[in-house]
């Protein structure tokens, strides 16, 4: 079984209303997608993680019309149910899965540039299969191929799983002493010897951490 990790993007606002209205909001964010479920009716439900003030992120799917139902517990540290409304441009890249003999796995991780939307995701399936799905992806999204390989369910190596640049932060973190007690270097500090700013260094830091604990429990069952 082969798998192939891609990143597949599209331009702010025409994905779905509610990924633009996640999109245009500057408190509320969509960090990762566990599970999207199609409806017998043309609807989705979906669950999902999203970062920001609880009262907020309610706020922003209750004003959403598409949305036709949500749940955000208390003390779920963002993790939200949300029935929506379909949209044509969902509908396709979603059929791409229904239309071709390949697996999505699960979690999807969400990535944004500031100029477009765009999810990280892995694909199993035969070679023929995989490569057949992704020349059938609407030419309405950008796709950039990540990684390709023999797919193995047990990770030996969770590194890995990490993209280059993500190997790379991680690499700075390890050398500047971010994970000593106490703590050597800062955010901010890592965020000048990349050139990137000290946000963005928490967000990877933050992914790496959950892609690595989750590799090495997925490897540990």
């Known amino acids: 079984m082969r798998y192939a990790t891609v990143v597949v993007r599209w331009d702010v606002g025409d994905l779905h209303p509610l990924d633009d209205a996640v999109a245009n909001a500057s408190d509320v964010t969509i960090e990762t997608t566990y599970y999207i479920n199609p409806i017998r009716d ?5 669950l999902s993680r999203l970062r920001g003030d609880s009262a907020r992120i309610r706020e922003l799917l209750r004003e959403t019309p598409e949305v036709l139902d949500f749940d955000v517990p208390p003390g779920s540290d963002g993790i939200t149910y949300t029935h929506y409304e379909s949209s044509p441009l969902m509908d396709a890249l979603l059929g791409v899965l229904f239309d071709h003999e390949i697996v999505l796995e699960w979690p999807v991780e969400f990535v944004d540039t500031g100029t477009d939307r765009g999810v990280r995701v892995t694909f199993l399936g035969t070679e023929h299969a995989l490569s057949a799905a ?16 023999e797919y193995s369910p047990s990770i030996s190596d969770p590194v ?18 971010y994970y000593e007690m106490p703590r050597e270097t800062t955010h901010r500090e890592i965020a000048d010897e990349l050139s990137v700013a000290p946000g ?22």
Do not use: H, W
């Open 42 to 46: 043309g609807t989705y439900a979906e």
């Open 134 to 149: 992704l020349n059938d992806v609407p030419p309405d999204f950008g796709i950039e191929l990540e990684r390709m390989g």
């Open 160 to 177: 890995a799983t990490l993209t280059d640049r993500q190997q790379e932060v991680l690499a700075v973190a390890v050398r500047e002493g």
């Open 200 to 221: 963005t260094i928490s967000k990877q830091l933050q992914r790496i951490e959950m892609t690595l604990i989750s590799s090495l429990v997925a490897a540990s069952q």
